[in-house]
T-cell receptor
């Protein structure tokens, strides 16, 4: 079945460091890919998405490129801030499924001043 | 525009008690979802409603029932709570099913003793 695998956390960085959170997926067909972010005590918010191969999603300085050849959608940011501390979830959905968002297990990011 | 709202925010139950989690959205979305979030497991879909008047099982429906009361409201009922149902529950909605952005509520933290 479809699945999403994320690097385990927590990831601890100093402010202004470069961030990469790895995400790989298994799915038949051509899934859409998403990154969601969950700040402490809140629900999930969509951070960015990509719907076809080689698309780059971007938002708030974060980027991720849909790589079909490596089945990956790694999240990157050039310079993290303390306010980026949160849990990040990679997710996919196939356009032929009626409802399912399939989530990875989440990666906690802690940014120190 | 409140988005997706959930009540209550916190709840403690004893084994065997019943309760209903409430969810409402004011975005005129057709589809609504209930997820549970457990440590290290991401989010898992319990039930969903693709449109008003329809409901279907997700990955982990056992022990739960749902009601799509109208287009705005989607409730989740635990008939006889068990400690294994201790979790954080999230409601979400989307314009339509499938590969579209889902908007999440703030969550309900449930503890079953």
């Amino acid at each position: 079945g479809d699945s999403v695998t994320q690097m385990e956390g927590p990831v601890t960085l100093s402010e202004e460091a470069f961030l990469t959170i790895n995400c790989t997926y298994t799915a038949t067909g051509y899934p859409s890919l998403f990154w969601y972010v969950q700040y402490p005590g809140e629900g999930l918010q969509l951070l960015l998405k990509a719907t076809k191969a080689d698309d780059k999603g971007s938002n708030k300085g974060f980027e991720a490129t849909y790589r079909k050849e490596t089945t990956s959608f790694h999240l990157e940011k050039g310079s993290v801030q303390v306010s980026d501390s949160a849990v990040y979830f990679c997710a996919l959905t196939r356009m032929d499924s009626s409802y399912k968002l399939i989530f990875g297990s989440g990666t906690r990011l802690l940014v120190r001043p | 525009n409140a988005g997706v709202t959930q009540t209550p925010k916190f709840q403690v139950l004893k084994t065997g008690q019943s309760m209903t989690l409430q969810c409402a959205q004011d975005m005129n979305h057709n589809s609504m979802y209930w997820y549970r979030q457990d440590p290290g497991m991401g989010l898992r879909l319990i039930y969903y409603s693709a449109s008003e008047g329809t409901t279907d099982k997700g990955e982990v429906p056992n022990g739960y029932n749902v009601s799509r009361l109208n287009k705005r409201e989607f409730s989740l009922r635990l008939e006889s709570a068990a400690p294994s149902q201790t979790s954080v529950y999230f409601c979400a909605s989307s314009v339509r099913p499938g590969g579209n952005e889902q908007f999440f509520g703030p969550g309900t933290r449930l503890t079953v003793l």
